[in-house]
């Protein structure tokens, strides 16, 4: 039975999240503010985090940086806001999905259901660490290196370079990437692949990396392209 925590300083919204948490089997705790968000957070340890951005004490965007120098549980952040500058912030700062209010608790639990089912998958992997030329992904760490160089990489960076890197010159759509990472139908602009691919490559150029690539297929999607022999 999977442990959520719901931080979320509107006591109507907590309280349904928590009911409908509590009707779909899980178990769950509430905070009613970032400061404590992060005690409930390190007593509690959950499988994962509902996590409201505008909170007194500290905002949610402080409560992700400062549990993801430590844990990659999943988080995903709930917000009344929809700039198109939170939502990239919010994900550039480890946070590995973003729900707008108002929003349905239907909605917000099939995405909790996907998330969960997709970290499973990943840590049931028989092989957690991939090797390929000077590149060196690690699961269990949560690690990127490149020529032993360590990258400062989000976790959902991490885990795009994984799906394409472990297969080899396979062309993903966007589509596959959102359902693979993501864990379902994404409801919204797919485009949110190209800004983390974006980010992503722009770490990576930074690094000499002449055996491979992670290539654009023109009006289809990405792929890991392996260049030279390794």
Not at 31 to 44: N, V
Not at 52 to 74: A, L, Q, Y
Request: glycine share 6%.
């Amino acid at each position: 039975m999977a442990h959520l925590l719901i931080a979320d300083d509107n006591n109507q919204i907590a309280s349904i999240l928590e009911d409908y948490a509590k009707k779909e089997g899980y178990t769950a705790v509430v905070a009613h503010d970032g400061e404590e968000a992060l005690k409930k957070f390190e007593s509690e340890n959950p499988d994962l985090l509902l996590l409201d951005v505008m909170m007194p004490k500290v905002d949610g965007f402080t409560v992700c940086r400062e549990i993801r120098r430590n844990s990659n549980v999943p988080i995903i952040m709930v917000t009344a806001r929809g700039e198109d500058f939170e939502k990239i912030m919010g994900l550039e700062i480890g946070a590995d999905d973003y729900i707008v209010k108002p929003f349905s608790p239907g909605e917000v639990f099939a995405r909790v259901k996907a998330m969960l089912r997709r970290m499973k998958c990943l840590e049931s992997s028989k092989s957690q660490a991939f090797s390929f030329d000077n590149l060196n992904i690690n699961l269990d760490t949560y690690t990127v290196r490149i020529e032993g160089a360590l990258l400062s990489l989000t976790k959902k960076e991490i885990e795009i370079l994984w799906t394409l890197a472990t297969n080899k010159n396979k062309v993903f759509t966007r589509d596959n990437l959102l359902n693979s990472l993501w864990g379902y139908d994404y409801v919204g602009d797919n485009r949110t692949v190209d800004s983390h691919i974006k980010r992503l490559r722009a770490k990576i150029d930074a690094h000499k990396h002449d055996g491979w690539n992670i290539t654009t297929i023109r009006g289809v999607g990405y792929k890991f392209e392996v260049l030279s022999d390794a």
